[in-house]
């Protein structure tokens, strides 16, 4: 791999390797042989830049999770040295509260769950990452409220407002006309960008459940935030619905699609994705707030005879709930002459 440290073989073998070092060895300084000094690290605190930020989160949370392990669970990846690698790296989280952190001091509590890191490096250096770490669970795990958590999170002014995020463009009803339908490809096409932002536009914009029944096998496996579990389409839709009954004008956009595999072998697919709603119905996050949120999440699924047979997906849960939950500002009295 031109510009890349000698020893690796491949994009895979670089992305595990480097993640071992730095958190299993600790050896945090090589972050800044691995990142470029003015990357941008977006994750549920919004989006962070520079080497500097990198190396103190990393230290902060080490010290918070002394013997933290990582263990590869897949990756998925597209792209050459010539126009750079994208990765999607899955991985389990497992070790001990044992230090203090922004939520109080350690719990000793066993933590185990795990993550997606959305990588984009070229030449030995990562540039641009999008990553989640499964905050509420971890936060749970450590005998935390996660709402009271997230509640004090929002207040302090660390969830940022919406007009402060960086958002994609997000278009349901263009215009006040009806969402289009996208024309879905057949069972096992070759196209599986078009399959995969057919159906997130179709489900999530359009609002058409059975959407799920005809992408999704019977015996699907599902992964979820904060660590939720689901066996079967109903899960899935379940899910889906849980999401667009907690904020019934969402609109999604998809921003990034790549995969590994053909229709023979089956694909692996990540998926990056952005979404904005109001808090105005009833679903899994109890009575409305009336907030408007920013909600951002990945996926990595799994294709097998044209159908989804395995997924893990995260979104920033711990952020939703830190803009659902903020106190609202004290309004001033008015002055009186």
């Known amino acids: 791999m031109r510009g890349f440290e000698d020893g690796y ?3 895979i073998d670089w992305i595990i390797r480097i993640t071992d070092r730095i958190w299993e060895d600790q050896d945090v300084g090589y972050i800044y042989d691995t990142y470029r000094p003015a990357c941008r690290v977006y994750h549920d605190s919004g989006p962070q830049y520079g080497v500097e930020t990198v ?11 002394p013997d933290s392990r990582h263990y590869a669970d897949d990756i998925i990846w597209a792209g050459s040295e010539d126009e750079g690698f994208a990765t999607s ?16 001091p350690g719990t000793g509590r066993k933590i185990q769950l795990w993550v997606i890191a959305n990588c984009v490096s070229e030449e030995n250096e990562i540039f641009e990452e999008w990553v989640l770490y499964n905050q509420a ?11 009271a958590a997230a509640r004090r999170y929002g207040n302090q002014g660390l969830s940022l407002s919406l007009g402060e995020r960086e958002l994609s463009e997000v278009e349901r009803l263009q215009g006040g006309r009806r969402p289009v339908i996208l024309p879905e490809p057949p069972l096992g096409s070759p196209d599986i960008e078009a399959v995969v932002r057919a159906h997130f536009h179709n489900v999530y914009n359009r609002r058409d459940f059975s959407a799920i029944d005809r992408l999704y096998a019977q015996n699907v496996r599902w992964h979820g935030t904060s660590n ?17 009954s907690s904020f019934p004008d969402l609109g999604m956009h998809v921003d990034e699609v790549y995969w590994m595999g053909n229709p023979e072998d089956g694909f692996a697919v990540s998926v990056r994705w952005t979404a904005i709603g109001t808090h105005r119905g009833h679903g899994i996050y109890g009575n409305p707030t009336g907030r408007r949120v920013h909600i951002w999440g990945m996926s990595q699924m799994y294709f097998s005879q044209g159908r989804i047979v395995d997924e893990w997906a995260l979104f920033n849960e711990f952020d939703v709930l830190a803009q659902l939950l ?3 500002p004290v309004a001033l009295e008015p002055t009186r002459s």
Do not use: K
Not at 89 to 104: C, D, I, K, T
Not at 137 to 147: K, N, P, S
Not at 231 to 242: N, S
């Open 137 to 147: 669970a971890r936060l749970a795990q450590c005998g935390i409220d996660v709402h």
């Open 228 to 244: 939720r579990e689901g066996y079967g389409r109903a899960e899935v839709r379940a899910m889906a619905r849980g999401l667009l």
């Open 9 to 11: 073989v491949d994009i």
């Open 326 to 328: 903020r106190d609202e």
């Open 89 to 104: 790296h899955r991985a389990f989280n497992v070790g001990h509260h044992l230090g203090p952190w922004a939520y109080g």
């Open 55 to 65: 190396v103190e989160q990393t230290i902060q949370s080490l010290n918070a999770f």
